[in-house]
């Protein structure tokens, strides 16, 4: 089975960048999707965004849609999420995940059956 370790989350001023890693360890992911997910304090958890097997799909959530950029390097076995323009709603444990097929076929947390520990990600005002 897969471990996934996500890393670079950490405090932030509004308007500024974060690049979270997940590095994968027992499993190739290769020809899984790959995803991100948040849970802020409070709230349930979300959607943040999927990439397909190859890396030539992804969904972003409305959101983060235009400040975030997820992609993935196969070789390293490793997904990024990029975050720009950071604000303080962005607030959140961050949480890698893997599908069970190699496109994006959900956007639920249902989709997805390997999670890692999270990161938390702090945006200040």
């Known amino acids: 089975q897969v471990q996934l370790v996500e890393s670079g989350g950490g405090l932030v001023q509004a308007g500024g960048s974060l690049r979270l890693s997940c590095a994968a360890s027992g499993s190739t992911i290769s020809s899984y999707a790959m995803g991100w997910f948040r849970q802020a304090p409070g709230k349930e958890r979300e959607f943040v965004a999927a990439?397909?097997?190859?890396?030539?799909?992804?969904v972003l959530a409305a959101s983060v849609k235009g400040r975030f950029t997820i992609s993935r390097d196969n070789a390293k076995n490793t997904v990024y999420l990029q975050m720009l323009s950071l604000k303080p709603e962005d607030t959140a444990v961050y949480y890698c995940?893997?599908?069970?097929?190699?496109?994006?076929?959900?956007?639920?947390?249902?989709?997805?059956?390997?999670w890692g520990q999270g990161t938390q990600v702090t945006v200040s005002s």
């Open positions: 995940v893997t599908a069970g097929s190699p496109h994006i076929r959900s956007m639920s947390s249902n989709g997805f059956n390997s």
């Open positions: 990439i397909n097997w190859s890396g030539g799909n992804t």
